[in-house]
């Protein structure tokens, strides 16, 4: 019997954190977890893409909570990660799913944190703010964005001569590509002693 945990992957974009995912979990490193659908805010994003390239269920969900809901209990998922999702979700959605949904965030949250501040905003910010030291944070999912309980966070020097898109990049790299499966797997893994 299959008891693992049961994943849902909500994006926006390009889904390059799916992809993190989605590879990890095929190098056996999400053994409590298991990517069952991926759900994309819009059509045509490349997110999609990757989940059918993946053989992943996918589909799309236009900011309509009592559909996502349905969609998520029809699937039977257990563990919600945003990857890139642009669409805050309600207070009523976060408490539904309490401790059961987790985001990555591109800075050291408490810093370039909180409404407005993601895609290249939160490295811009560092940068102008002239932080020697940024890095990601995946945490869990309340009404606050941004402001649920930190679970992983992982530093990342910034360099002479950075841009935001060069800092973006190295934040994915060294640091958003390992927490997101690591915190996959160690919510995957609660949530499965949990029913056991």
Sequence with gaps: MNNKTKIAVLV????TNLQALIDAERRGEIPDGEITLVIGSRENIFALERAENAGI????????EAKLISVLEEHGI?????????TILSEDFTKKYA???I????????SFCGKGMYGLKPHEAALQRGVKVTGATVHL???IPDGGRILLQKAVEIQPGDTAEVLQKRVMEQAEWKLLPQAAEMMSREIREAKA
């Excluded at 269920?57 to 309509?64: C, G, L, Q, T, W």
């Design 78 to 86: 257990e563990l919600i990660i945003l990857a890139g999702y642009l």
């Design 99 to 101: 401790d059961r949904i």
């Design 103 to 110: 985001n990555i965030h591109p800075s050291l949250i408490p």
């Design 12 to 15: 926006s974009g390009g889904g």
């Design 141 to 143: 999912v309340n009404e």
């Design 57 to 64: 269920e996918h589909v799309v969900v236009h900011k309509d």
